[in-house]
């Protein structure tokens, strides 16, 4: 991807200096000082690059694109379909967006247009093709960035049509869809797929089957755009590697499908540091950096941050001293190969002039933000080595998009919130804080070759992935899945017979019902007669607790509270060479830690670091043929004393103190 070295730079936007030509001889300049080796052109450029239909302008871009190269600045070069220009949506007013309730929007903003549109398409094609005959083979473009943050949905009368032919393309027959949308509840029978409109406040709402599809739908057709602009680019000759930037927590496309179409994962990372503690932000962003690096089991890369402050979060703070490296940093430890900025320049005006950047307004290369990029680019040449090199995991957790898709879509138990996010960061930060590396999996990923496999609230089952569970436990695998799974099928319909549908007995229990707590109410999970080691004597838990009937299963907890107490909680099921786990309640985070550090303990999965982490350090590695890379980093608010395997500093002051926001390399031989 990068030639040996990591990426460092972000995206730049010269279009909106060319007036300046001196300003640009500045950022040339500027950007050496800071290690700037690439940055992002084009993303949002297409009104100057077509300013009238059919009349291109690229010298400007070739200009720039040149200068970069002769002072070893690379280019990742982008698709401008992320925002288009006036022009297009006054000649070709399909493309412009309607909203749910069946309004057409008008032209402004971005990710305002049809990704279903043919003229929109063939629009973009055309621009796609002239830019890739242009500059598909110049030295200086590194890969290509397609588009920009893909996002929104479009209810317009193409993507009714659209929508129609996916629905006879997956059910063939009308009848197969009533069925499996169970339409005679309130009489909401179709007749035929003409009838079928896309969800709607103003129109059909209480069909789960419908919602999902339509969630599925606009997934589909966002990658189905994304492929067509992918193939412009083949066409026109360009074999440049592609890539687009996701974003975090965003539900929208099905980043696990999206990611089979690229050639690396990119993506967006702008935590709050200060909403929380430290330690809370920065385990919330390790786990979106793992899930990237899970989408292709393979570095990935951090394409937009923010080198200060951001302008469009609720209150826009200061990055503190030492956190723009941190931030950098981390990225890196997770499987990043490069940390790059939004953006290299702020704009004078319009919606992100008070965005965070590398250069600001004043100009000068005596900012505190400027001096902290700088630094990082030092950072990133000193620890160069790990470019390239792979995360090995032995323990997963699975964080399925269509599962949340039908959780959230569905009615009950609790409509304030199942805080299925929350439940998959509680067993991902306790494997985590064992110093474990962890991948993040979805119901289609391959389930072998891992020791350990977390499955919390999986709602909805895929065909077939029972099946997997099976398997992967019989052959010797630890699983441990959570209330409120294996309830329904792929189209939200019940499973008739008991849950979890068709792995009764390899959990050895039985659901029966699920009881929805509100806010200020609490459980207890308490353990009869302190019968297993490793386990405290009691935890709270929120929000839900599953009643469940053990058969062969073995209660190694029970409930506290309410007409319940005494049943199981917490279930341990031999099923052939493997052992399955049932948690029924949404338990605090101290149960996970100890549940998972007895689990790990069971099967023989050591912390790296001997003794085990102190509170707020993570820890994570890396790894080449020859050697491991092991980062550590301090996100607690005092110093932490750890012990780590003998190796070579390749970066960092002490292996057995890490002051706080301090980052640590260390380097072991096979």
């Known amino acids: 991807m990068s030639g040996g070295y990591l990426l460092h730079g972000g995206d730049y936007n010269p279009e909106q200096w060319l007036d300046m030509p001196e300003v640009l001889e500045t950022d040339i300049v500027r950007f050496r000082e800071a290690k700037i080796n690439t940055v992002t052109l084009g993303v949002f450029s297409w009104a100057k690059l077509e300013p009238r239909e059919g009349e291109y302008s690229f010298a400007w871009l070739e200009q720039i694109i040149d200068r970069l190269y002769e002072n070893g600045i690379g280019v990742i070069l982008a698709t401008p379909s992320g925002a288009r220009p006036h022009w297009l949506a006054d000649r070709y007013p399909e493309v412009l967006r309607v909203n749910a309730s069946r309004q057409r929007m008008v032209f402004g903003g971005r990710h305002n247009h049809c990704l279903t549109s043919p003229a929109y398409r063939e629009k973009v094609r055309q621009i796609d093709t002239r830019l ?46 009533n069925e499996s949308w169970c339409t005679t509840f309130w009489s909401h029978t179709y007749d035929s797929f003409e009838q079928v409109e896309s969800p709607s406040p103003i129109g ?25 602009e992918i193939r412009a680019l083949r066409s026109a000759g360009s074999d440049k590697p592609v890539t687009t930037n996701l974003m975090y927590r965003f539900l929208q496309v099905d980043y696990f499908k999206l990611a089979k179409k690229i050639d690396l994962v990119s993506w967006d990372n702008y935590p709050a540091w200060q909403r929380h503690t430290l330690e809370e932000t920065a385990q919330r962003t390790a786990f ?61 005006g319009a919606e992100e002039k008070f965005h ?20 990082t680019g030092e950072m990133l040449e000193k620890i160069s080595a790990v470019t390239g090199a792979k995360t090995c995991a032995q323990a997963a957790v699975l964080y399925d998009w269509e599962n949340i898709w039908a959780m959230e879509g569905s009615a009950g138990p609790r409509n304030e919130g199942l805080h299925y996010q929350e439940s998959v960061e509680k067993s991902y930060r306790a494997l985590r804080r064992l110093g474990l590396n962890v991948d993040i999996l979805d119901q289609s990923s391959d389930l072998g070759g891992y020791r350990l496999i977390s499955a919390p609230m999986q709602y909805l089952f895929h065909p077939g992935f029972a099946q997997k569970v099976r398997s992967y436990v019989a052959g010797g695998g630890t699983f441990v899945m959570s209330y409120w799974s294996g309830v329904v099928d792929e189209s939200d319909r019940c499973f008739l017979g008991g849950t979890p549908h068709d792995l009764m007995d390899v959990f050895g229990l039985r659901s029966e019902e699920i009881d929805g707590l509100y806010d200020w109410e609490e459980n207890e ?48 099921n031999q099923y052939g060479k493997g052992t399955a786990y049932y948690v029924c309640a949404d338990a605090e985070q101290a149960f996970y830690e100890d549940l998972y550090r007895k689990l790990a303990g069971d099967i023989g999965l050591c912390c790296p670091a001997p003794g085990g982490l102190p509170e707020g350090v993570e820890l994570t590695s890396r790894e080449t043929a020859d050697r491991i890379f092991y980062f550590a980093q301090n996100f607690s608010e005092k110093e932490a004393v750890l012990s780590l395997p003998k190796g070579e500093i390749l970066y960092g002051k002490n292996s057995d103190v890490l002051k706080p926001l301090e980052n640590l390399v260390l380097v072991v031989k096979k």
């Open 132 to 177: 890739a005959e242009r500059f598909g083979h110049h030295p200086a473009v590194q890969m290509w960035h397609i588009s920009n943050e893909f996002s929104g949905d479009c209810h317009c009368p193409l993507c009714q049509e659209a929508f129609r032919g996916w629905l006879k393309k997956r059910y063939q027959t009308i009848e197969a869809l």
């Open 204 to 228: 059909e709402r209480s069909i789960m089957g419908l919602e999902l599809d339509w969630k599925r739908f606009v997934s589909d057709q966002t990658i189905d755009f994304m492929e067509q």
């Open 288 to 348: 979106w950096h793992d899930v990237m690096r899970s989408l292709k089991k393979a570095p990935f890369l951090m394409i937009e941050s923010s080198p200060g402050a951001t302008n469009w979060q609720g209150v826009s703070k200061l990055k503190r001293p030492g956190m723009l490296r941190a931030t950098s940093f981390q990225s890196i430890a997770h499987g990043s190969d490069g940390a790059m900025y939004f953006q290299m320049r702020k704009s004078r």
């Open 356 to 375: 965070g950047a590398v250069l600001d307004h004043y100009d000068g290369n005596d900012t505190r933000t400027f001096g902290d990029v700088c630094e």
């Open 525 to 572: 999970i308490c353990q009869p007669g302190k019968t297993c080691a490793g386990l405290g004597e009691s935890y709270s838990c929120k929000y839900l607790c599953q009643i469940v009937k053990p058969a062969a299963a073995k209660t190694l907890m029970v409930y506290g509270k309410d007409f319940y107490a005494g049943t199981p909680a917490l279930l341990e």
